[in-house]
């Protein structure tokens, strides 16, 4: 356990635990208190986990391994369909058009039967399974072929913007049976939990907290391991890799794989907690800005990475509320500033500020 959680992982984690304690509790104060939350609050911190855990899974599969992906939205995307199709199918006869088979959008649209991608959704089990096998599914065969052909660097990233930009015009199309542009919305409940309940929503908060720690416990247990020594391996030199006689294309695809299904797990908690998914999530400026998130907290550290999109993401919320024309302009600049000045992140910038030992005096010789 000691080599499993190090120094910066172990406070986080305790960081992380006392929000998830103290945040609920802070809502339960009188509203003249000046340390009382307002339980609106608590579904934006839940997303901001969400971004957490999306910008973990990256650093899994850029950071150790050196597959920048482009695409990591579109996995994200799909695990909250999969969720969001389950919330729509437990709206059932309570719709506008009070069809107990079919969401609004298909009795809308003139549908008149359920399409077969839609069986099994009306059970939550089925649904938390699709959204991480869909996902990981997907990573699976694009890695087998990718890495099988050597594809690598700069061709592997546009490729995987080329995936995303792909599934966004699939998905804006009615005839898919997602919605269309206007995606899955008006949810009701969730395990017949109202999702508007404040129990319910700091108990998705709880369990998002707790998703967030889980995989970075798996990732970092990943890195650690004789497997995480081969992916930096591959990152740093992946034909010398190759030529000790190691799979290279086997493990690319298996972290490749298990960062696709975590972060279609953190667009599954996001759904809920927002309470609408559309194919605006595909957009290929989305998967670029969890790369900014990455490298400005410090790529190759995955605590860095979650720092990193906690940052980006609280200083979205303000610029566009407050500054709206400004914020890519503010996105852009953050590129600048990471390529330019902080090469390592903001973690890599801490150890640069830490003072450094000073070496022990050698003894000379009489």
């Not at 984690?13 to 608590?42: K, R």
């Not at 869909?134 to 995936?163: D, E, H, K, M, N």
């Not at 008006?186 to 908060?205: K, Q």
């Not at 390592?344 to 000379?364: F, I, Y």
Request: hydrophobic residues 55%; proline residues 5%.
């Amino acid at each position: 356990m000691t080599r499993l959680i190090d120094l910066r992982l172990g406070l986080f984690l305790a960081a992380l635990f006392a929000v998830t304690v103290l945040a609920p509790l802070a809502t339960t104060l009188p509203s003249t208190s000046a340390l009382n939350l307002p339980s609106y609050l608590i579904p934006l911190m839940g997303k901001y986990l969400c971004y957490a855990l999306l910008a973990v899974a990256l650093d899994l599969c850029w950071g150790y391994a050196g597959i920048l992906s482009l695409g990591h939205g579109a996995f994200f995307a799909l695990g909250g369909y999969a969720m969001g199709m389950h919330l729509m199918r437990e709206i059932g006869a309570r719709g506008v058009y009070a069809n107990p088979e079919l969401p609004d959008f298909m009795v809308f649209l003139g549908w008149t039967e359920l399409p077969w991608f839609w069986y099994g959704f009306d059970m939550f089990w089925f649904a938390a399974v699709m959204a991480l096998a869909v996902p990981g599914l997907l990573a699976f065969v694009f890695g087998w072929f990718a890495f099988r052909s050597r594809v690598s660097g700069v061709y592997l990233s546009i490729i995987t913007q080329a995936l995303t930009f792909a599934l966004l015009l699939a998905f804006f199309r009615n005839d898919m049976g997602f919605g269309g542009n206007n995606g899955l919305t008006d949810f009701r409940d969730v395990l017949g939990f109202s999702l508007s309940a404040p129990s319910t929503r700091i108990a998705l908060f709880v369990l998002t907290a707790v998703a967030l720690a889980g995989c970075m416990l798996l990732a970092r247990a990943i890195t650690i391991s004789k497997a995480g020594k081969v992916l930096v391996a591959v990152r740093d030199a992946e034909s010398r890799t190759r030529f000790l006689g190691y799979r290279v294309e086997s493990y690319s695809v298996f972290v490749f794989t298990v960062s696709a299904m975590m972060a279609g797990l953190a667009g599954a908690l996001y759904v809920p907690q927002v309470g609408i998914i559309n194919p605006g999530e595909f957009a290929p400026a989305n998967s670029i800005e969890i790369v900014v998130w990455v490298a400005l907290g410090g790529r190759g550290t995955l605590v860095g990475a979650a720092i990193g999109a906690l940052v980006v993401v609280a200083l979205k919320s303000w610029l566009t509320a407050t500054f709206p024309d400004l914020w890519l302009f503010a996105l852009g600049g953050l590129f600048i500033l990471v390529t330019l000045a902080l090469p390592n992140g903001l973690l890599g910038l801490v150890d640069r500020l830490k003072p450094r030992k000073a070496k022990p005096a050698t003894e000379v010789p009489a």
